[in-house]
């Protein structure tokens, strides 16, 4: 129950009915005792900046998440960034500190290695391929560089979006090996789809089937879609022998790094 004393965190985006974190922070704040909870705010674009500084004033608010389409524009609006934040141009957390100042982070790669690592993946020495290079795809690819992979592809549509990631990331990292090209799937120990592709049950694949029956039975095969858990790319995997990761095991193992951001959570909530 939200009560006079009751110490709160947002979530904001547009649309925002969609989102599963206030049932995931709000079941945790009560199993643990917690006089805190979680509120969801839809808001118009135009009124973001009223908003910014509204948080800033808000002694009984302790952070905001972030989500679509709100992470890159309010990147910008923020007293501090992360230097992964800084790095990727997106936030998917925010902080209120004590005085009213506004620290953001992205923990979007994070909560994917997290799921990962609980799969026994460690990314150092290994061998990733990223299907998308957009807010998400980029934030995995940052953290997979953080882990030390040996090699790490960048595939997308968009080839001078994903080219235009490689570069930067390779200026950020230059000890490791990256790039765009490949043409098979078999030395990958991970391949990640970052697109929406098979959202909604489209029955659509990131890759054409001939190019994913090269995939190793050994990698780990992730997807960030969220609805349906198990998109046909995952199935496909599943039945090719690999270990499967779905969208919904990366959004819950982001929580605790989201509330450890906000400082009402630990890490490993
Ligand atoms: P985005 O629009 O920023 O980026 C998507 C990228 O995918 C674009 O660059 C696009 O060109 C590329 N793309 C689309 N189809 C492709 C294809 N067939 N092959 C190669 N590239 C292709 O989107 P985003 O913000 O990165 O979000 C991507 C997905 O991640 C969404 O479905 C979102 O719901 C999901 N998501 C999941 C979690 C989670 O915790 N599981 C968290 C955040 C977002």
Known sequence: MIRGSTQLVAIIGSPIAQVKSPENFNAWFAENGQDLAMIAVDMAEQNLAGFIQALRGWNNLRGCVVTVPYKQ???????????????????????????????????DGEGFLKAARA??????????????????????????????VRQLVIADLDQ???????????AAFPQLEIGNRYASLEAFDLVVNATPVGMGGTGETPLPGVLLETLSPAALVADVVTSPVLTPFLELARNLGCRIQ????????????????????????
């Open 246 to 269: 779905t969208g919904p095991e990366m959004a819950r193992a982001q929580m605790g790094n989201l509330g450890a951001h906000m400082g009402v959570m630990p890490l490993d909530a």
């Open 119 to 148: 799969h026994g993946f460690q990314p150092a020495e290994r061998r990733a391929l990223v299907i998308g290079s957009g807010g998400v795809g980029a934030a995995i690819a940052y953290s997979l560089c953080e882990g030390g």
């Open 160 to 170: 001078p979006r994903a080219q235009a990631l490689a570069e930067r990331l390779q």
């Open 73 to 107: 524009v309010l990147a910008s609006q923020l007293d501090g960034l992360s230097k992964r934040a800084a790095a990727l141009g997106s936030v998917n957390v925010i902080r209120r500190e004590a005085d009213g100042r506004l620290l953001g982070d992205n923990v």
